[in-house]
């Protein structure tokens, strides 16, 4: 009987590239040699894998991989200080999928630099990548990152700051470099859902993975949510449909 395995926390961020892939690699070789019948999903950086990881990756148990992708524009990317390429995202893709390891992409929508066009390219970039799920976020720029240094360096404001020194009031947080405003921002996260979720062909995919009516009453719940809801509500519990 093959066990489950929760979320195990593993953080090799801060080691060199070469030693993160052979350290996976020699975890998932335990793993194999233990005999240990487990499942399990990973959070990664497309730059950060190879095939031999992720053969390593999947016959360990691997079943699904979460990749932060965040946009589908190469200047953006490079903003973001993303270390990758769009060529780089397309292969890593490509490479999890044909070693059989399910795929999740997320990605930001109101990035430094984003327009309706380059909103446009993440989502026919996450549509042509035949990721198994995506999830489109609005960004937020929290306290300690470096989208928040550069809105302070933008706006000389401390929004957070003042956010918590003024409880009772609305403080609205802009989005640097970003001059799409919120209801645009928030219907082209809208947009990017429905047309990513909505192809004839995922429809079909999807109809095909469900196995109970309960489950299939959740989909249509989720859909019609996509469907109508304006403002991106339905991200939190379309995201948490699909997590292990």
């Not at 040699?33 to 990664?44: C, G, H, P, T, W």
């Not at 003024?166 to 947080?173: A, E, S």
């Amino acid at each position: 009987m093959r066990r489950r395995l929760f979320r195990p926390r593993v953080r090799l961020l801060r080691l060199p590239i070469h030693y993160r892939q052979k350290r996976v690699i020699k975890v998932c070789d335990e793993i194999i040699n233990r005999k240990q019948k487990v499942y399990f999903a990973i959070r990664s950086r497309v730059d950060l894998v190879n095939p031999e990881m992720l053969k390593a990756l999947k016959e360990a148990g691997c079943k699904r991989i979460y990749y932060g992708i965040e946009s589908g524009d190469e200047d953006i990317l490079k903003t973001l200080k993303k270390k990758t390429t769009i060529r780089t995202i397309i292969d890593s893709i490509k490479e999890t999928r044909k070693q059989g390891i399910d795929t999740f992409g997320y990605f930001m929508v109101g990035n430094p630099g984003d327009t309706p066009q380059t909103i446009n390219d993440t989502i026919n970039l996450a549509v042509d990548l035949d990721l198994n799920y995506a999830q489109f976020s609005k960004v937020t720029p929290m306290p300690g990152t470096a989208l928040y240094d550069m809105l302070i360096e933008e706006t000389g404001r401390d929004y957070w700051r003042e956010a918590i020194l003024n409880p009772g009031d609305d403080v609205y947080i802009p989005r640097p470099a970003c001059n799409m405003t919120e209801d645009e921002v928030q219907e082209a996260a809208r947009r990017a859902y429905i047309k990513f979720y909505f192809r004839p062909r995922y429809v079909l995919s999807a109809l095909k993975r469900i196995k109970s009516f309960h489950e299939l009453a959740r989909s249509a719940y989720t859909a019609f949510s996509m469907w109508w809801t304006r403002g991106g509500v339905f991200e939190k519990s379309w995201a948490n449909r699909v997590q292990y």
